[in-house]
């Protein structure tokens, strides 16, 4: 286990609503992305936070947006869901900086069903 | 632009034959990192190894081996002796900045292999 944790771990929601999907990130890191793993592909980027600031974004639309709390947590919300956001989210957490190796632990994943 | 390419969507194998996944890489950096991830039915995403663009010897992990050649910009994984518990979907997946910006990671759209007892 990477010591990533999402929650929660399934979520059945309709067109149109909101969603609030988390991430608890490994002990030390300072950083959290996240991926959006459509059904039969590979994972895609949606954005980065690091120390709180969102660090480099995929090309995905403003209703995707972000926060990353003090303690290095950090949140994915969806606005506006379409059918097409069923996805599994995946965050992964690192260390950038002089004393980190960059390297990204996942967690298991959020399932995400828009009906 | 970066691109990630894993043209075999499905493999099959019987139990104990050798298996090559291939990866063939775009991206105009010359540093550059390289990963190989497997995933389990469970979802979550394990890490295998990371090579930078910088190393191209090729390495061994058990039953697990990495061919990284520059010239022909493909990463390929070969699993020797394949498990059952070797089925799995596996991405090969690139990274430009890395240590110094954001280290997102590029995948591939993945190989299911299925390992037949």
């Known amino acids: 286990e990477t010591g990533v944790t999402q929650s929660p771990t399934h979520l ?26 459509a059904l039969g592909q590979g994972p895609q980027f949606i954005f980065q936070y690091y120390r709180e600031e969102e660090n480099g974004r995929g090309n995905f639309p403003p209703r ?25 989210y995946l965050c992964a957490s690192s260390r950038l900086g002089l004393a980190g190796d960059g390297e990204q632990y ?7 069903t828009v009906t | ?28 950096d010359t540093t550059y990192y390289l990963f190989w991830y497997k995933q389990p039915p469970s979802g979550e ?12 010897q090729n390495e061994i992990s058990g039953r697990y081996s990495w061919n990284f050649q520059k010239s022909t910009s493909s990463f390929n994984f070969t699993i020797t002796a394949s498990q059952v518990v070797d089925s799995a979907v596996y991405f090969c ?21 299925t390992v037949i007892p």
């Open chain 2, 45 to 56: 995403l394990v890490f295998l190894i990371r090579r930078n663009s910088f190393d191209e």
């Open chain 1, 12 to 37: 059945i929601k309709t067109r149109g609503q909101q969603v609030t999907l988390r991430c608890s990130s490994q002990s030390g890191h300072n950083t959290v992305s996240w991926y959006q793993q």
């Open chain 1, 64 to 88: 995707f947006s972000g926060l990353q709390f003090p303690n290095y947590s950090s949140e994915l919300n969806v606005n506006a869901l379409e059918l097409d956001d069923s996805a599994l």
């Open chain 1, 106 to 112: 996942f967690g298991p994943g959020t399932r995400l």
């Open chain 2, 1 to 28: 632009a970066q691109k990630v390419t894993q043209a075999q969507t499905e493999i099959s194998v019987v139990e104990k034959e050798d298996v090559t996944l291939d990866c063939v890489y775009e991206t105009r």
């Open chain 2, 93 to 113: 997946a690139l990274s430009e900045a890395y240590q110094t910006g954001a280290n997102n990671l590029f995948f591939g759209t993945g190989t299911r292999l």
